[in-house]
DNA sequence: ACTCACGGGACAGCCCGTTCTT
DNA sequence: AAGAACGGGCTGTCCCGTGAGT
């Protein structure tokens, strides 16, 4: 709906720029930046090099697009269905289990890693662009996390940050594991241990 | 001592060889397969492409060589002392503080990581070595985990693949966010989360 | 003026590229495909690198390219004028003279010859171009002693593959004399000889 | 016999020096010298660099020296014999016949012809060679003829250097074309029409 | 007499980005 | 707004030849 109702809005340029960068998006995410050419851009888009720098001023404008793109993306699938959810607690255990379940976002793994390791030497832009991305999903998880401290599900002595990292990293570190091996087993182990750890900071009933 | 009655050993070429390696290692570790160049590798040993060439029979054979390199180092590093280690829970203690005390073994970070993302699309041979490095190293910590079961230091439910593929995920992730925010924190929290993990697995003590 | 009509109907693009196969092609043919490079095209071409891969996709296509223009070139040179002449025999006596006369098609020597024996390992896509060309040329040849035949101008028991494979034998290995040797003599022996062996199979007047 | 005589007066190095010529004439001939490696001719004689250029002080010396024997050897093979013939017109006969059922002097053709063609442009020492070797061929034909004219086999109106040189065009011309069809028929058909030739020039026997 | 090690240079192909044209 | 044409640069690989060492 809201969708529709941008599009409608858009110009016809406007449209060309964001199917460019609809089609960008699982290049980069799978051939990272400089593995990626504009040829590849070109053939998937259909366009020639002059119609594609008519939108982008340079290969790394248009790969900066392509990733808030691939991001908004995975944030989406990550946390839809959310609000149904009640309670912090069931959030996170939502959260894990979705991260697990439906962890192809797009073509070529998650794009937030895989633009942080790529993204690791030179190209400050692109690494810039991670860094906010996993500030803001740290920064949800530690609300979370605060709110359920608030509410009384989880002990009072745990850390918020530190849990919401852990999450982070073992989901992440997780999925890299899963691709290399071809397989969801390591997807599925890091899944039960980190709802053994969310058992083991669920605050204690009180009668 | 081992290593210096090796180096004896050697003639001029070999010598050469490994002092390509070694000098390729952080290169590829940092930049990956597809962004480092063979200039890179001639800057970096003084030598000129002839006399590259006259070692290794392509750039792939030279990235495979490196990252074999930089995968002893990283096995050396992170089971350092462990033997000095009684018990199989504080051994697998030791390996997590071990990992993120040190945890730059090369420049770039994790050399299994950064190849499993690297060569995540194509290159076959970097991604199968990936592979085996992390199946070895899930195995070593598994083992320890059957151990510490078999010795009743672990609870008897526990699952000790689903222990060993947390642990190393949860690692890696966490690697990778240290390297992003440039700061240990993440690793730190890692830390600690798995250090938690393992007193929920520790056998209660038997009187 | 049908070449000027066709010029007329060129884009920019295809004229250039007209012009790259003009001007490579006597490079290719006297250096070969493999001694030739296309560092030498683009300096006879004026073009960069960029320039020329943008009309060829491989050096292999512009050198097929070459070729058959070069082939085309010396078809009609040595077919020139044919038209005006009447009678089998004078046609083959024609041909003969003609090739002996103007044997410089293209700065090289003769293009089918050139790509037989450049060809001979590997590049099958020369060698079969250069298979093609032989065998119309030939082709072309054995119609022109049948319908001499059939004329009663040439003798009934004449083998028109045979004559015709000789008249294209002894000129090509002329021309590779005269090449060498530097001077006219070896092709217009060849010359004397084959209009000799037109006169042995001119079929008797009948009365 | 005069060759276990040389080779007995040999030295070990001087050994080793007609082995690489003789195990490299085939790599040249085949694909010319521009088209042959060093490296090539390493793999063929199992010997190192360094071993190759103590005996040849470049690669235009091995070359000339390769096609120096290939064409001792093609000379041998097509003159084997001719002495047990009587006649010069038996001579010449036998000469084409034994060029026809006898092509494969080395692999790659005849090594006169590809020599010509591939040092056709630059690479003076080789182009010397070859023209000299024709020289030579086409000089003992010229004798050859005059010797039958003299003995009254050969018309007298028949010019020497014309016929010696159109054999040679013709059979080169026709291996040619025989290589490339790879089919002994255009040899074939030029054997036949040589001997035609030989036929129409045969004197008149006298009563 | 021969191997090992290395330098220096070339070559084909690709890629990013700009300009001209439509 | 998009396509066509082109420039300049870089990369992996190969190749010839030299010199130290054995």
């Not at 392509?66 to 607690?89: E, K, M, N, P, V």
């Not at 692109?126 to 009384?152: C, T």
């Not at 989880?154 to 071809?182: F, K, W, Y």
Request: proline content about 4%; overall charge positive; hydrophobic content about 45%.
């Amino acid at each position: 709906m809201l969708v529709s109702g941008l599009r409608r809005a858009m110009k016809k340029g406007e449209l060309t720029r964001q199917r460019i960068i609809a089609e960008a998006a699982p290049i980069f995410n799978q051939k990272g930046f400089g593995g990626s050419s504009m040829q590849d851009v070109m053939e998937a888009t259909g366009l020639e090099k002059g119609g594609l720098y008519r939108h982008f001023k340079s290969k790394e404008e248009l790969a900066a697009e392509a990733f808030r793109y691939a991001l908004q993306r995975a944030i989406r699938t990550r946390t839809d269905g959310l609000d149904h959810i009640q309670g912090a607690l069931p959030k996170l255990a939502y959260i894990i289990r979705r991260f697990v379940e439906a962890p192809a976002v797009l073509p070529g793994g998650c794009p937030l890693l895989n633009t942080a390791v790529d993204a690791d030497d030179g190209n400050p832009v692109l690494r810039k662009l991670a860094r906010q991305a996993f500030a803001e999903w740290n920064g949800r998880l530690f609300a979370l996390v605060e709110q359920g401290i608030a509410a009384g599900e989880i002990r009072r002595d745990t850390n918020p940050g530190q849990l919401a990292t852990t999450i982070i990293a073992a989901l992440e570190g997780g999925l890299v594991l899963s691709r290399m091996e071809n397989s969801r087993e390591p997807l599925k182990s890091v899944e039960a241990s980190l709802l053994l750890l969310l058992d083991s900071v669920t605050a204690p009933v009180r009668s």
